[in-house]
């Protein structure tokens, strides 16, 4: 899964955010419009609102993990995606070891 599903590995750190989230927007929603009586009233909830839900919590996510001491709520302790390919570290520049000698530098055992 290291190639293709762009949408889900961009997806992935909000998908616990949505899952958390999500009945604080159905419910309410849900008995505002009610329960589907029709084939359009099944589509709209069966295929829409779960989308409408998702964009939703998304986004309440992606800002919601913006402030430091909420991002261990929304799952966002650890790295951002484990599934994908770790950046290559860019190598220090080392100091330098070798100082000029002095006498007294010089060990005899």
Do not use: Q
Not at 20 to 34: S, V
Not at 47 to 68: G, S
């Amino acid at each position: 899964m290291n190639t293709g599903f762009r949408l889900l590995h961009w997806f992935y750190p909000y998908s616990f955010g949505v899952f958390l989230l999500h009945p604080l927007l159905l419910y309410p929603l849900r008995n505002e419009m009610g329960l589907p009586t029709t084939v359009p009233g099944v589509i709209l909830h069966a295929i829409v609102m779960p989308i409408v839900y998702t964009i939703i919590c998304a986004a309440i996510t992606w800002l919601a993990v913006k402030i430091p001491g909420v991002r261990a709520v929304f799952g966002e302790g650890g790295p951002r995606n484990p599934h994908a390919k770790p950046k290559p570290r860019v190598p220090r520049a080392r100091k330098s070891t070798s100082a000029p000698k002095t006498d007294t530098d010089t060990t005899s055992a």
